[in-house]
């Protein structure tokens, strides 16, 4: 079993850059594809990007618009989604999570793919 605990969110202003974290523990997450979602509220968790076993592949979500970077550590267990160009639009539970499927990561973004999740972190962008 994987266990995931997101850090680095906050309260930040429009414009602003934060580096979320997720450190796992339990087995080495390069097994494993990873992804972050958010949840906004009164609203349905969402796709945000994903990240092969290797780190060679990434895959975003068009909102995303080139703003974001989804990088991992496989030596330390780490996987990181580097934030910058925040909106209040971004204002958001943002959870990683695993996956254990196959194939290219821009067929994964779908949260039945993937498999454990974090607590989330919260994420506030101010206008």
């Known amino acids: 079993q994987v266990q995931l605990v997101e850090s680095g969110g906050g309260l930040v202003q429009a414009g602003d850059s934060l580096r979320l974290s997720c450190a796992g523990s339990g087995r080495t997450l390069s097994s494993y594809v990873m992804g972050w979602f958010r949840q906004a509220p009164g609203k349905e968790r969402e796709f945000v990007a994903d990240?092969?076993?290797?780190?060679?592949?990434?895959y975003f979500a068009d909102f995303v618009k080139g703003r974001f970077t989804i990088s991992r550590d496989n030596v330390k267990n780490m996987v990181y989604l580097q934030m910058n160009s925040l909106e209040p639009e971004d204002t958001a539970v943002y959870y990683c999570?695993?996956?254990?499927?196959?194939?290219?990561?821009?067929?994964?973004?779908?949260?039945?793919?993937?498999?454990?999740w974090g607590q989330g972190t919260q994420v506030t962008v101010s206008s």
């Open positions: 990240i092969s076993r290797s780190g060679a592949s990434t």
């Open positions: 999570a695993t996956s254990s499927q196959y194939g290219a990561v821009s067929s994964l973004s779908g949260m039945n793919k993937f498999d454990y």
